[in-house]
């Protein structure tokens, strides 16, 4: 079994900042890519960011400038640095990861969420 845990959401006031984190555990023989969604109420879920095994990153044009991905992969662990938060960053936040557990094909995993709310 693989489990991806988030934290680091929370309420913070526009213009502000906070760190997501995303640690994976369970029977990992590898992680390729590992990113960050989003899903605000009544939207549907959307790419943030994503970041390879090999520290190449992509960022949704809303976000470009203000946050920032890394990752541990000792750690298994992926970060999303937020910096210059707007009202409209609020939504939950979801840990993505690509795994493989020692099979022939990797598989998508999701976290369970984190919210981060920004007030104006």
């Known amino acids: 079994q693989v489990q991806l845990v988030e934290s680091g959401g929370g309420l913070v006031q526009a213009g502000g900042s906070l760190r997501l984190s995303c640690a994976a555990s369970g029977s990992i023989f590898s992680i390729n890519t590992m990113g960050w969604y989003r899903q605000a109420p009544g939207k549907q879920r959307e790419l943030v960011s994503t970041i390879t095994r090999g520290g190449s990153t992509n960022y949704a044009d809303s976000v470009k400038g203000r946050f920032t991905i890394s990752r541990d992969n000792a750690k298994n662990t992926v970060y999303l640095q937020m910096d210059s938060l707007k009202p409209e960053d609020t939504a939950v936040y979801y840990c993505?990861?690509?795994?493989?557990?020692?099979?022939?094909?990797?598989?998508?995993?999701w976290g369970q969420g984190t919210q981060v709310t920004v007030s104006s």
């Open positions: 993505n990861a690509r795994i493989n557990t020692g099979q022939v094909i990797s598989y998508n995993y």
